[in-house]
Nanobody, 122 residues
Framework: QVQLVESGGGLVQAGGSLRLSCTRS????????MGWYRQAPGKQRELVAL???????NYADSVKGRFTISRDNAKKTMYLQMNSLKPEDTAVYYC????????????????WGQGTLVTVSS
């Protein structure tokens, strides 16, 4: 069974930095894409950053230039480096992985982490 475990959330002052980690366990064939999402109180979950197979990345306009998504395939870990944090970045952050279970799979599956809370004080 594929699982994701996030860590690195916490309380930080505006202008500060945090690095979130998302570590995968379980066996997969390959990854289609990996991403970070967030959900603020009373709001819908939104995309923060994507890392797509092949190396390209996409970011929400609100975090461009401040957040960086990266991965360490050997450690099966994805990161989100968050700099110049703002109070509006306060949310529960979730990692997500779309993956092919086997070489013969006809469709990819996806798995979510449990979420980690980031609180940015003004």
């Amino acid at each position: 069974q594929v699982q994701l475990v996030e860590s690195g959330g916490g309380l930080v002052q505006a202008g500060g930095s945090l690095r979130l980690s998302c570590t995968r366990s379980g066996t997969i064939f390959s990854i289609n894409r990996m991403g970070w999402y967030r959900q603020a109180p009373g709001k819908q979950r939104e995309l923060v950053a994507l890392s797509i197979s092949g190396g390209s990345t996409n970011y929400a306009d609100s975090v461009k230039g401040r957040f960086t998504i990266s991965r360490d395939n050997a450690k099966k870990t994805m990161y989100l480096q968050m700099n110049s944090l703002k109070p509006e970045d306060t949310a529960v952050y979730y990692c997500n992985v779309e993956y092919w279970p086997s070489a013969s799979s006809s469709r990819y599956l996806e798995v979510w982490g449990q979420g980690t809370l980031v609180t940015v004080s003004s």
